[in-house]
T-cell receptor, first 116, second 114 residues
Framework: KQEVTQIPAALSVPEGENLVLNCSFT??????LQWFRQDPGKGLTSLLL?????REQTSGRLNASLDKSSGRSTLYIAASQPGDSATYLC???????????????FGKGTKLSVIP | EAQVTQNPRYLITVTGKKLTVTCSQN?????MSWYRQDPGLGLRQIYY???????DKGDVPEGYKVSRKEKRNFPLILESPSPNQTSLYFC?????????????FGPGTRLTVL
């Protein structure tokens, strides 16, 4: 069964720094990987979606990379701002061979605090 | 605007009192699902639906029911809520080939069962 791990669980950085969030998954046979942002008590906002055939995706100050063979993805945030403070979740889409169905497996997230 | 809506957003109830959380999407998506989010456990799938009248259990289906009579709606039913169902619930939708495509999430429903 697919397992997704995000390290670190929490991260605090001063404003302006570039930072990297990590996501690893156990089964490399994935369809895609999606990064989400979640503000406290709020819903999930999709940031980037990387298909299994892609190596990276970019949106503004965000860049997500995918190394499927090693089971890793990183989310790079350039020039961090206090407004970037949130929990970042990665989710992997794959086939649950036991159930014979598609599954979306989430990591537990990295809580980011950007200090002004 | 393309969106997934959930109602209510907040609900406090008592043990055993049946409740329904509604979910609706306006993107003509075939695939819909429900998740619960708990501290330290992350998001876990409760039920999903590949299309109208097709539903299946996720990882934590005990104590929940769903129905999919229309494409746009996927209500979550708690027949006899218990305190361990206190959680933040999310509905999500995507296209039929959902495993290739982006998931869209609703704003969440915070449920407290006393």
């Amino acid at each position: 069964k697919q397992e997704v791990t995000q390290i670190p669980a929490a991260l605090s950085v001063p404003e302006g720094e570039n930072l990297v969030l990590n996501c690893s998954f156990t089964d490399s046979a994935i369809y895609n990987l999606q990064w989400f942002r979640q503000d406290p008590g709020k819903g999930l906002t999709s940031l980037l979606l990387i298909q299994s055939s892609q190596r990276e995706q970019t949106s503004g100050r965000l860049n997500a990379s995918l190394d499927k063979s090693s089971g890793r993805s990183t989310l790079y945030i350039a020039a961090s701002q206090p407004g970037d403070s949130a929990t970042y979740l990665c989710a992997v889409s794959s086939l649950d061979s036991g159930a014979g169905s598609y599954q979306l497996t989430f990591g537990k997230g990295t809580k980011l605090s950007v200090i002004p | 605007e393309a969106q997934v809506t959930q109602n209510p957003r907040y609900l406090i109830t008592v043990t055993g009192k049946k409740l329904t959380v509604t979910c609706s999407q306006n993107m003509n998506h075939e695939y819909m699902s429900w998740y619960r989010q708990d501290p330290g456990l992350g998001l876990r799938q409760i039920y999903y639906s590949m299309n109208v009248e097709v539903t299946d259990k996720g990882d934590v289906p005990e104590g929940y029911k769903v129905s999919r009579k229309e494409k746009r709606n996927f209500p979550l039913i708690l027949e006899s809520p218990s305190p361990n169902q206190t959680s933040l619930y999310f509905c999500a939708s995507t296209t039929r080939q959902g495993f290739y495509n982006e998931q869209f999430f609703g704003p969440g429903t915070r449920l407290t069962v006393l």
